[in-house]
């Protein structure tokens, strides 16, 4: 039998931690949680691996946002942030400095699971050994090596650039289809699959963060173009190996 899934809970609130955490629990998930950036840390660095972060935004001290970033730059770990404010602008925010998905309070307990195992079905299927006879390759392009079995994005002197899972789906989507124009709507189906609840612009904010992590000049990219009207081309030749 699978080990279940270890979520790390970080919410100030304790009524709202205790409330996820038997509900959670009830659904075969193991839960530790945290109240603050100091608690959070400590948990991911122990050695009982996190498989998702829930992370409240509005935290005493510092903020989410900032605890997602700084996580984002030592860590793949998925991450769901939730928030109290409906605001589209934080959700962009949330998904450029590196969250996985993104949910506003008041929710439903049965729509955050529904998100949490959607993370890590997507998360799961890459990581999972290949069956038999088959074998995933390492997609190369411009000096760059995608590893889709590791989910692990090389540079040519065989650097690791950190991809949160959104930006690994994205990219995998773009070098599957090279030299092709993509739409924003193909991305996000590609990406994230025809049942996605993203939006147009999370493919762009994610795509402004793979061109910082890819393009030696990200104002003027050359692997993955802007198509006016159209969407984006990834313009590099791929090979597998």
């Not at 605001?87 to 949330?94: E, L, N, P, S």
């Amino acid at each position: 039998m699978d080990a279940m899934p270890h979520l790390l809970l970080v919410d100030d609130d304790e009524d709202i931690l205790s409330l996820l955490t038997t509900f959670f629990r009830r659904h075969g998930h193991e839960v530790t949680t945290a109240q603050d950036g100091t608690a959070m840390f400590r948990t991911i660095a122990a050695q009982q691996p996190i498989d998702l972060v829930i992370l409240d935004v509005m935290l005493q001290g510092e903020d989410g946002f900032s605890l997602c970033q700084r996580l984002r730059a030592v860590s793949r770990v998925p991450v769901i942030m939730l928030t109290a404010m409906a605001d589209h602008t934080d959700r962009v925010v949330g998904l450029e400095i590196g969250a996985d998905d993104y949910l506003t309070k008041p929710f439903d307990q049965r729509e955050l699971l529904a998100r949490v195992k959607a993370v890590l079905r997507r998360t799961s299927m890459m990581a999972a050994p290949p069956a038999a006879g088959t074998m995933r390759p390492t997609l190369c392009f411009a000096g760059w090596r995608l590893d889709v079995a590791r989910r692990e994005l090389r540079s040519a002197d065989d650097a690791l650039v950190l991809l949160s899972g959104g930006e690994f789906d994205l990219l995998l989507a773009f070098v599957e289809h090279p030299q092709r124009v993509l739409t924003r709507e193909q991305l996000l189906d590609l990406a994230h699959g025809p049942s996605h609840d993203a939006f147009d612009r999370s493919i762009d904010v994610q795509v402004s963060r793979l061109r910082h992590k890819l393009e030696e000049d990200p104002k003027n990219p050359t692997i993955i173009r802007t198509v006016r009207q159209g969407g984006y081309v990834f313009t590099q030749a791929v090979t597998r190996r």
